[in-house]
């Protein structure tokens, strides 16, 4: 086996797809005895699911969750009972939504940046989808079964598992593993990897429950509501209604509250106990409660200091984690095991070097940092508002589209912080490829997809240069690289020139793009000897300077 996989969250689920969207045989082991059933990590950036249209599941996520609209388009269109805004507010009370006052209003409209949108798909959905397509590949999944031990040698991982059910042990082998298992990481402690931040913010508890608010709400809908009630703050969610509704619910909730382990132990709340708490924030006395469930949380601030131990790498919460304010979380998870495994399957196929993996940690990991300080400072703002907090956030399409990477598997200079303060997706080494769409044998296609499986060579109108370059590395490196000369007469039709004039390379200039639709090197225009700088830069790129030995 190639790699075993431990956590099966969003981020284990995602990493099984992906290696089996390479053809990486995997395994993956889960502790619990099946996906989450509570509503959580809800919101979906447009790059992840980017990541997901290349794997099939754009649609399946769309129809599987609420139909969200931006704010003022839903003011626009009067309000309409089957759309939901995606708004977050703070009020005094439920019963004070008039003077509520908007915190953040993201734009759902990003068609210049990407071919598909933020949606909202709670965890409770998403896992089962990811978990389905990814075995339909052929990963193999156990639920109910851990990891008891591990141990790495220079050929591999041996790791002891339990099947809880029998409590049955066996040993298995596998060349890499993952570890993808969760905040408090077993895996991560046993290697001694230290984390830094802000630590532990505090403990909290996640009340789904059932109660009538339609008088109170009265219409005003948002995604989440926050509530600063002096005696019992806290936080009010929209949860997942039926997707065959898709209607905002007005009667089925989630609560969060924070609560001190040191005065009141977690099964002390009782849901009389929450249902009380839920009354005194809403400012609802009264109010007629049932609560469903009720499950605690640690919410903390801290990144792993390293992502890579030898054989072993870490992911998702076990590398970084940070507070829920901006819906990062579960999408940096997801990014992260979309970079590790196009990287680890070519490590596997032999035809990329061993330090490529080292990359990984290179990028991802400052990205990590930079986001978790982002949902840090909108944590923070949400219950603060200060011009101090305003000036050190990003606008959240930065955050979750226009990060950079400086790397050894990017060729071009390295950026000075990686999540910059305005978009310049315009074709640079460490960004992802500028989305454009263009004309395929009929068809639409944007650049963003054409690089869903492989690395892919742009070419202007007068590349015909880089074609002969891209079959000469697939025949003497064994390198696909597909390429695609772009312009008005191009196989890639773009009529307004808008490749060009986004870029600003000239006719003869090409964009190199790795398979996780990142710019890894631009050449302004055409070489004397296209094949051999092509060549050299796939070499640095992959690391096979360094041999492939893996």
């Known amino acids: 086996m190639s790699v075993l996989i431990v956590g099966g969250g969003l981020t284990g689920l995602s990493t099984a797809l992906f290696l089996s969207q390479h053809g990486v045989d995997c395994r993956l082991v889960e502790k619990h005895r099946g996906t989450t059933v509570l509503t959580r990590a809800s919101g979906i950036s447009s790059r992840t699911m980017e990541l997901l249209r290349h794997v099939g599941l754009e649609q399946t996520v769309v129809e599987r969750g609420p139909k969200l609209i931006e704010g003022a388009r839903w003011r626009e269109l009067g309000q309409p009972a089957n759309q939901i805004p995606w708004v977050v507010i703070r009020a005094n009370g439920l ?68 099947d809880q059910d029998t409590g049955a042990r066996s040993a298995v082998r596998a060349r890499y593993l993952i570890a993808a298992d969760g905040v408090r990481s077993p895996v991560r402690e046993s290697l001694g990897i230290p984390r830094t931040g802000h630590g ?47 209607l905002f619910d007005e009667e089925r909730w989630i609560f969060g509250f924070f609560y001190d382990p040191r005065e009141t132990a977690a099964e002390e709340f009782t849901g009389e106990r929450c249902a009380q708490i839920i009354r005194t ?15 605690p949380w640690e919410m903390s601030h ?40 196009w990287k680890l399957a070519a490590v596997l196929r032999e035809t990329a070097g061993d330090a490529l993996l080292d990359t990984y940690e290179q990028e991802r990991l400052p990205i990590g940092a930079a986001v978790a300080e982002q949902a840090w ?15 050190a956030l990003r606008e959240s399409t930065l955050v979750a589209t226009g990060y950079r990477y400086t790397s050894d598997a990017i060729a071009g200079p390295a950026h000075p912080e990686p999540i910059p303060t305005e978009h310049d997706l315009t074709g640079k080494p460490g960004y992802r490829v500028p ?27 007068a590349g015909i240069e880089w074609q002969m370059a891209a079959d000469k590395a697939a025949q003497d490196a064994g390198i696909p690289v597909r390429c695609h ?13 808008a490749f060009l004039s986004t870029t600003g390379l000239t006719e003869s200039g090409a964009l190199l793009v790795r398979p996780d639709g990142f710019v890894a090197w631009r050449a302004e225009s055409a070489p004397k000897d296209a094949s051999g700088a092509l060549r050299a830069v796939l070499d640095r790129i992959l690391a096979r300077s360094t041999g492939t030995e893996s």
């Open 302 to 341: 801290n990144s792993a200091r390293s992502y890579r131990r030898d054989r072993v790498f870490l992911a998702g919460d076990a590398a970084h984690v940070h507070p829920p304010a901006g819906a990062f979380g579960a999408n940096g998870g997801i990014q992260d095991a979309h970079n590790l495994s």
């Open 200 to 246: 532990a913010i505090g403990y909290a508890m996640s009340v789904l429950f059932e109660a009538d608010l339609k008088e109170t709400v009265k219409g005003r809908r948002f995604v989440i509501c926050y509530l600063p009630n002096p005696a019992e703050p806290g936080v009010l969610q929209l949860p997942e209604a039926p997707a065959v509704l898709q």
């Open 95 to 162: 019963h004070d939504l008039e003077n509520a006052v908007t915190v953040e209003e993201p734009s759902l409209d990003v068609g210049h940046l990407s071919p598909t949108r933020p949606y909202w798909c709670g965890q409770d959905r998403l896992e089962p989808i990811l978990r389905d397509e990814a075995v339909r590949r052929g990963a193999r999944i156990d639920f109910n079964t851990r990891m008891e031990t591990f141990a790495q040698d220079a050929d591999g991982v041996t790791a002891t598992i339990v």
């Open 281 to 295: 924030a809403l400012g609802i006395p009264d109010l007629g409660i049932e609560v469903r469930m009720a499950r």
């Open 435 to 461: 989305h454009l769409w263009l004309e395929h044998a009929g068809t639409r296609v944007s650049t963003v997809d054409l690089s869903a499986d492989g690395f892919v060579l742009l070419t202007g109108p």
């Open 485 to 497: 000369t772009v312009g008005a007469k191009g196989q890639l039709i773009d009529p307004d020139g």
């Open 377 to 391: 400072l909108r944590h923070t703002w949400r219950l603060n508002d200060s011009d101090e907090l305003r000036r």
